[in-house]
Nanobody
């Protein structure tokens, strides 16, 4: 049974940092892209960051560029999202996803075509 388990969310003040982790189990995902979507209350889900199978290609939402860094450890089937200089507008539930790279980067980047999803972890940034 495939499982994606996120961790690392929580409450942080504006300007602070958090590191999200997503551990996959049940099969190996070294040939898949992995990424993080987020959904704030009343807003559509959006792709915050994604990384291809080798780590050689990454995608970032414009509003997080320069503040978030995505990485992966294929030996551990784990993807990370380092979030620095957090802003209140980063407040959302963050979901880990696994799929093919074209599905991550094709507009509108809402997560259509993802093969597996985690249950989400809440990130709250206070002002």
């Amino acid at each position: 049974q495939v499982q994606l388990v996120e961790s690392g969310g929580g409450l942080v003040q504006a300007g602070g940092s958090l590191r999200l982790s997503c551990a996959a189990s049940g099969r190996t995902f070294s040939s898949y892209a992995m990424g993080w979507f987020r959904q704030a209350p009343g807003k559509e889900r959006e792709c915050a960051a994604a990384i291809n199978w080798s780590g050689g290609s990454t995608y970032y939402l414009d509003s997080v560029k320069g503040r978030f860094t995505i990485s992966r450890d294929n030996a551990k089937d784990t993807v990370y999202l380092q979030m620095n200089s957090l802003k209140p507008e980063d407040t959302a539930v963050y979901y880990c996803a696994v799929g093919r790279w074209p599905s991550f980067i094709a507009t509108p980047r809402r997560g259509y075509g993802m093969e597996y999803w985690g249950k989400g972890t809440l990130v709250t940034v206070s002002s």
